[in-house]
């Protein structure tokens, strides 16, 4: 009996998902690189968002902009709008200060808010690991849902190669009135550092 219990719990903790139970998200409210605060708020007519976790420093998440540029601009009009947010720790890592996140997008050409969680709590609460990390909310009448998170693909390094479009599959899924056939994935990329209180 003891040997079950054990079992069990070592199932419910490294089951998909079980590192990250959320079901839905509170509305927050940061600094954008053009000096705006946005919220999710701001967007009343959208369906649900693409949330990314990422970061400058980090080279895995330097993969991607031009791939997060792509996705905001063919989701963006159907109702799935991306933000991006940076919660590094600016005390580690220099690079991802506001500053160099302004050159960041500038240089990038970014389409898409790129916002920073300076304290860290938009991240915790989203319970992001890595960058990225990327999470598809839905817009229901319980608030906002997750329906996905994990790596925004998988393939970082060649983009031409890639076979599972995780956060494209499930907002088209989304938008089709069908549940995602993946809802979870592991985010590859830096680990998102949290500083002690």
Not at 51 to 79: D, E, S
Not at 110 to 127: G, H, I, M
Not at 174 to 181: E, R, S
Request: net charge neutral; charged share 20%.
């Amino acid at each position: 009996m003891i040997q079950n219990l054990l079992f069990s719990i070592i199932l419910m903790l490294f089951a998909p998902g079980a590192h990250a139970p959320l079901s839905s998200i509170r509305d927050f409210s940061l600094k954008n690189t053009d000096g705006r605060m946005v919220s999710l708020a701001d967007y009343p007519d959208a369906k649900g968002f693409i949330v990314i976790f990422t970061c400058n420093h980090c080279p895995f998440a330097r993969l991607y902009p031009p791939r997060l540029n792509a996705l905001n601009g063919k989701y963006q009009p159907l109702g799935y709008p991306l933000l991006a947010i940076s919660s590094t720790d600016t005390l580690l890592y220099e690079d991802d200060t506001y500053p160099k996140m302004i050159e960041k997008a500038q240089k990038e050409q970014f389409n898409f808010p790129y916002l920073f969680d300076e304290t860290q709590a938009v991240a915790k609460n989203f319970k992001a690991q890595k960058t990225p990390h990327a999470y598809v909310l839905e817009k229901t009448r319980n608030g906002l849902e997750i329906r996905y998170n994990g790596a925004i693909d998988d393939n970082g390094g060649e983009p031409e190669n890639v076979t599972q479009a995780y956060v494209a599959l499930a907002v088209d899924a989304l938008l089709a009135g069908k549940k995602v056939a993946i809802p979870e994935t592991k985010s590859i990329g830096c680990q998102i550092f949290f500083r002690r209180p």
